[in-house]
Nanobody
Framework: QVQLVESGGGLVQPGGSLRLSCAASGNILSINVMGWYRQAPGKQREWVAT???????NYADSVKGRFTMSGDHAKNTVYLQMNSLKPEDTAVYYC???????WGQGTQVTVSS
């Protein structure tokens, strides 16, 4: 079992920044993938970004150049630095962990003036 706890969401103005954190605990494997999905009201959940245990990152085209993932393996925590936020980034952001298909509870990000 793996438990994921997210933090860092909130309300920010367009053009602003937020940093999300996802702390993993439990049976953490040395080879894993963690990342983020998001779900806006009335829309399907969409993939945002991933980071592997080898620190390889990948991003959706919609966030590339604005969002950056990083990880602190000693703390089993990953971060999503979100810059130049847009209203269309408003969503509930969910952290995930593979293998096993574990999800966090979600954290709300609202971009609005």
């Amino acid at each position: 079992q793996v438990q994921l706890v997210e933090s860092g969401g909130g309300l920010v103005q367009p053009g602003g920044s937020l940093r999300l954190s996802c702390a993993a605990s439990g049976n953490i494997l040395s080879i894993n993938v963690m990342g983020w999905y998001r779900q806006a009201p009335g829309k399907q959940r969409e993939w945002v970004a991933t980071i592997t245990s080898a620190r390889t990152t990948n991003y959706a085209d919609s966030v590339k150049g604005r969002f950056t993932m990083s990880g602190d393996h000693a703390k089993n925590t990953v971060y999503l630095q979100m810059n130049s936020l847009k209203p269309e980034d408003t969503a509930v952001y969910y952290c995930f962990y593979q293998p096993g298909g574990y999800w966090g509870q979600g954290t709300q990000v609202t971009v609005s003036s």
